[in-house]
């Protein structure tokens, strides 16, 4: 039964500076991932109604911390650090996309990744990789195509045709969605998709 989770009340945990010390695998979450500047904190703090649950910024590659919030018992949302950031030293580059890679693969908690492009610019190499690899072990998706407010409606309405257009026949079970924190555009759609993923799950981890 589809269950409504009210994120208005979700509160930060802890921040781990890797994933080896996350919190237990256990429970249900969902990671906004992203390339940095993407407005991955900004779309939680959105959600969660609240300026200043997830850090934001406007110097990309700020969040180096994994913050972990909770939105009731068990259930979390995590703010990934972003990849991309032409400043981090291709090493350091690197090196987080391979914990993305593992956290993607091993944490069985992981039920879906929302992950946000800038709408001027979706689908960069390091989105696709992101997209494959949560196909490849069958993690859901919600593609949101951020700082929507940036654009008019038709050319919105033009990249968010082009983006499925071009996903949909690779990954079928792909929801793509436009949404802007600036002007609360897509919000009502993204706390709709948690709530199928966390019902869901919560059925299939309770005895
Ligand atoms: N116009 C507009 N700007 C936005 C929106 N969302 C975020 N921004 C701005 O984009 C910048 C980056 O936002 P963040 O939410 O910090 O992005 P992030 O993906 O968490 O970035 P990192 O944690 O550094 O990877 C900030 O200056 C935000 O104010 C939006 O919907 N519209
Ligand atoms: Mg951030």
Known sequence: MLQYYNYHITRFVTSSPNIRVLLSDTGVEVAFAGRSNAGKSSALNTLTNQKLLARTSRNPGSTILINQFEVTKGIRLIDLPGYGY?????????????????????????????????????????????????????????????????????ARQIQ?????????????????????????IGVDKLSKQLNIWFSSSILSTVD
């Not at 032409?86 to 908690?109: A, F, P, V």
């Not at 709408?119 to 949560?134: A, F, V």
Request: proline residues 3%.
């Open 160 to 184: 968010l045709n082009f983006v499925r257009k071009e996903i949909l026949p690779l990954i079928s079970n792909i929801q793509v969605e436009v949404f802007s924190s600036l002007k609360k």
């Open 86 to 154: 032409s400043k981090m030293h291709k090493n350091k580059q690197h090196q987080w996309l391979q914990e993305l890679r593992k956290y993607i693969y091993q944490r069985d908690c992981l039920k879906g990744i929302v992950l946000l492009m800038d709408i001027r610019h979706p689908l960069n190499d390091l989105d696709q990789k992101i997209i494959q690899w949560s196909d490849e072990v069958k993690v859901p998706i919600m593609l949101l195509l951020a700082k929507a407010d940036k654009l008019n409606y038709i």
